[in-house]
């Protein structure tokens, strides 16, 4: 099965906090793929109270923003961009009051672990030479994957995303792209720093300098179909707050607020 089904169907427990377990009703998360990771831990963390586990599912944020779009039932969305919750603010599809961007992340060039190489990322370094005449770069699709299109930007400020765009190997979300890598099935991909330093199976040639690319930031909010969701909102409120952040810290997200 590939590593986007994966996502796509990924559910784990993630207890909530201070509602009585019999007293829910499960909580629908749509997550951006990169968050995977981090959500599992958070499961962890709040298992031994004994609330109910809501139904997490994972998947790039274009598609997740698209299904809740197309009435499916989240009760939260995790986006990793602002564009696809601007989308869903501006169908009145979230609760704007409940919108908040507590995280972020950077940018990373990486190679499969058994060809380490350190690049310096900056305008005009070649990395078309670097993939040499076969070698692709794996990317999640700038279409519509908002890694892939960090990555677009981040390779116009180089001045290689001309020459690079028919090499890239465009995945269905970040880390399709990552297992591209770990797989030796791409010479270099560029994924968030938080998927680099969770795989062993890559190396981090370089991290994009903050300024090559718009600032990579997580927008969490209730859907409108939850307005008065009450395991929803401590939900998010704990995701958002004091008690996650040192989750968020440890696997190398950035809080912005």
């Given at each position: 099965m590939g590593q986007g089904r994966i996502l796509r169907r990924a559910a784990f427990a993630v207890p909530l906090l201070g509602l009585p377990a019999r007293a829910?009703?499960?909580?629908?998360?749509?997550?951006?793929?990169?968050?995977?990771?981090?959500?599992?831990?958070?499961?962890?963390?709040?298992?031994?109270r004994g609330h109910a586990a809501p139904r997490v599912s994972l998947a790039a944020s274009s598609t997740l923003a698209r299904q809740i779009e197309q009435g499916a039932g989240a009760d939260l969305f995790l986006s990793a961009d602002e564009a696809w919750m601007d989308h869903l603010q501006r169908r009145s599809l979230i609760l704007p009051e409940?919108?908040?961007?507590?995280?972020?992340?950077?940018?990373?060039?990486?190679?499969p672990a058994d060809q380490p190489r350190p690049v310096a990322l900056a305008p005009g370094t070649d990395l078309l030479a670097l993939l040499g005449p076969r070698g692709r770069l794996a990317v999640g699709d700038p279409a519509?994957?908002?890694?892939?299109?960090?990555?677009?930007?981040?390779?116009e400020w180089m001045g290689q995303w001309a020459a690079l765009a028919p090499r890239l190997a465009r995945a269905e979300n970040v880390r399709?792209?990552?297992?591209?890598?770990?797989?030796?099935?791409?010479?270099?991909?560029?994924?968030?720093?938080?998927d680099a330093a969770a795989s062993a199976r890559v190396a981090v040639a370089g991290?994009?300098?903050?300024?090559?690319?718009?600032p990579i930031t997580y927008p969490f909010a209730l859907t409108r179909r939850s307005e008065a969701n009450a395991a929803a909102r401590a939900f998010l409120d704990f995701l958002a707050g004091a008690d996650a952040a040192p989750i968020w810290r440890r696997l190398g997200f950035s809080l912005t607020e």
């Amino acid at each position: 099965m590939g590593q986007g089904r994966i996502l796509r169907r990924a559910a784990f427990a993630v207890p909530l906090l201070g509602l009585p377990a019999r007293a829910q009703s499960p909580v629908t998360v749509f997550a951006a793929a990169s968050l995977a990771d981090a959500l599992r831990l958070l499961a962890a963390e709040w298992a031994a109270r004994g609330h109910a586990a809501p139904r997490v599912s994972l998947a790039a944020s274009s598609t997740l923003a698209r299904q809740i779009e197309q009435g499916a039932g989240a009760d939260l969305f995790l986006s990793a961009d602002e564009a696809w919750m601007d989308h869903l603010q501006r169908r009145s599809l979230i609760l704007p009051e409940t919108r908040r961007s507590p995280i972020g992340n950077a940018l990373a060039l990486v190679t499969p672990a058994d060809q380490p190489r350190p690049v310096a990322l900056a305008p005009g370094t070649d990395l078309l030479a670097l993939l040499g005449p076969r070698g692709r770069l794996a990317v999640g699709d700038p279409a519509h994957v908002p890694a892939g299109r960090y990555a677009r930007a981040a390779l116009e400020w180089m001045g290689q995303w001309a020459a690079l765009a028919p090499r890239l190997a465009r995945a269905e979300n970040v880390r399709a792209a990552l297992l591209l890598v770990e797989r030796g099935e791409a010479s270099l991909g560029i994924v968030y720093a938080t998927d680099a330093a969770a795989s062993a199976r890559v190396a981090v040639a370089g991290l994009f300098p903050p300024g090559s690319h718009p600032p990579i930031t997580y927008p969490f909010a209730l859907t409108r179909r939850s307005e008065a969701n009450a395991a929803a909102r401590a939900f998010l409120d704990f995701l958002a707050g004091a008690d996650a952040a040192p989750i968020w810290r440890r696997l190398g997200f950035s809080l912005t607020e």
